[in-house]
């Protein structure tokens, strides 16, 4: 167990709908990133908040939005859901000052748009 | 811009021969290499980092991966392979000015019994 914990661990949505995921960090972690796992495209960073305020953005759609709350825990907003977006969302945490710059994933969510 | 390339799509290996999975990079300054492996269905799970230091690594479940700084590569073995050890492998390349972690493509690994 890794410590991060994503919730819902699965999901089915129609096209056109919204949906949000969410992540706890471990604990003392100040750094949550989002990930995005598909058969055909790999594991394609999203984005990367650190206490709060976003430090790294990557190929995020317009359609998804992310952020940080003050308690660190994380949400990833998918927007005007399509077919494509189907995939497994990993939330990653880490902490610059303890085990140097290793990021730790949770389980996934796994989306599925019909 | 920093990437990693891992060659090879699938590796097959027999059990109890050594196993190596390769990595290349690229970076501007001091690389921090990691690998990961994936179980079906499954978060990435960490195995081992290279941030300085010994070139060899050693990390869980008996893997290691050596730093090759001339062949900017950091590939990962085991000396002998298990069934147990078929899963998907992954090796990243941290930005140390936009602090992205980039992945590779993945390797899947196929121990055969």
């Known amino acids: 167990d890794s410590g991060v914990t994503q919730t819902p661990k699965h999901l089915i949505t129609a096209t056109g709908q919204r949906v949000t995921l969410r992540c706890s960090p471990r604990?003392?972690?100040?750094?949550v990133y989002w990930y995005q796992q598909s058969l055909d495209q790999g594991l394609q960073f999203l984005i990367q908040y650190y206490n709060g305020e976003e430090r790294a953005k990557g190929n995020i759609l317009e359609r998804f939005s992310a952020q940080q709350f003050p308690d660190l825990h994380s949400e990833l907003n998918l927007s005007s859901l399509e077919l494509g977006d189907s995939a497994l969302y990993f939330c990653a945490s880490s902490n610059p000052d303890r085990e140097s710059n290793t990021i730790y994933f949770g389980e996934g969510s796994w989306l599925t748009v019909v | 811009a920093q990437s990693v390339a891992q060659p090879e799509d699938q590796v097959n290996v027999a059990e109890g021969n050594p196993l190596t999975v390769k990595c290349t990079y690229s970076?501007?300054?001091?690389?921090?290499l990691f690998w990961y492996v994936q179980y079906p269905n499954r978060g990435l799970q960490f195995l081992l980092k290279y941030i300085t230091g010994d070139n060899l690594v050693k990390g869980s479940y008996g893997f290691e991966a050596e730093f090759n700084k001339s062949q900017t590569s950091f590939h990962l073995k085991k000396p002998s392979a298990l069934v147990s050890d078929s899963a998907l492998y992954f090796c990243?390349?941290?930005?140390?000015?936009?602090?992205?972690?980039?992945f590779g493509t993945g390797t899947r690994l196929k121990v055969l019994a």
């Open positions: 604990s003392g972690d100040l750094s």
């Open positions: 970076v501007s300054g001091n690389p921090y």
């Open positions: 990243a390349v941290r930005d140390g000015g936009t602090y992205k972690y980039i």
